[in-house]
T-cell receptor, first 114, second 113 residues
Framework: DTEVTQTPKHLVMGMTNKKSLKCEQH?????MYWYKQKAKKPPELMFV???????INESVPSRFSPECPNSSLLNLHLHALQPEDSALYLC?????????????FGPGTRLTVT | AQRVTQPEKPLSVFKGAPVELKCNYS??????LFWYVQYSRQRLQLLLR??SRESIKGFTADLNKGETSFHLKKPFAQEEDSAMYYC???????????????FGQGTILTVHP
């Protein structure tokens, strides 16, 4: 399996809801990433996990809470989001964290906050 | 800080014409440069990286450290090359930016028949 999968594909949630995004890879990669992509903009890094430990947090608001339960799985827990958080959320993985490693991207979860 | 600059204006060419997508970067150390591509309704994927010096789908890119550029070129564009192209930089520096991938704004390429 050489793909990163993400569920759900689409998510609509209210500002008081709690939801989670899920990302999975079975390539044996030890680094996993969350990006946020607004329409017609490039992906912006949110979090990096390396060997299941949070390595980079790009000053993301606490209403976004990442979790890496094991080396294959990455979650993003969402709570009390704002309409401006509506975006495409991309997950990626790479063999290791570092500049030389190709990142493999999932198809994304399109999130709408109402 | 690391920064990547791409022209935001879409690029249109005819099939068989040469194409050049421009990318300039700002980084104090020695960067790793990449080109990622996103075809319509497909996921973002790596096209090529400067360190491998490969030609992928007829595309090449040369890192010019003097001009801090990493332009993507193809001598004869094909219709299937139509896509969004992102130039990206990953820094070798340690600390909180290690391995962080920073994307340019992206350039939409349309190849007309």
């Amino acid at each position: 399996d050489t793909e990163v999968t993400q569920t759900p594909k689409h998510l609509v949630m209210g500002m008081t809801n709690k939801k989670s995004l899920k990302c999975e890879q079975h390539m044996g990669h030890r680094a996993m990433y969350w990006y946020k992509q607004k329409a017609k903009k490039p992906p912006e890094l949110m979090f990096v996990y390396s060997y299941e430990k949070l390595s980079i947090n790009e000053s993301v608001p606490s209403r976004f809470s990442p979790e890496c339960p094991n080396s294959s799985l990455l979650n993003l827990h969402l709570h009390a989001l704002q309409p401006e958080d509506s975006a495409l959320y991309l997950c990626a993985s790479s063999q290791d964290q570092g500049p030389s490693y190709e990142q493999y991207f999932g198809p994304g979860t399109r999130l709408t906050v109402t | 800080a690391q920064r990547v600059t791409q022209p935001e204006k879409p690029l249109s060419v005819f099939k068989g014409a040469p194409v050049e997508l421009k990318c300039n970067y700002s980084y104090s150390g020695s960067p790793e440069l990449f080109w990622y591509v996103q075809y319509s309704r497909q996921r973002l994927q790596l096209l090529l990286r400067h360190i491998s010096r490969e030609s992928i789908k007829g595309f090449t890119a040369d890192l010019n450290k003097g001009e801090t550029s990493f332009h993507l070129k193809k001598p004869f564009a094909q219709e299937e090359d139509s896509a969004m192209y992102y130039c990206a930089l990953s820094g070798r520096g340690g600390g909180t930016s290690y391995g962080k991938l920073t994307f340019g704004q992206g350039t939409i390429l349309t190849v007309h028949p």
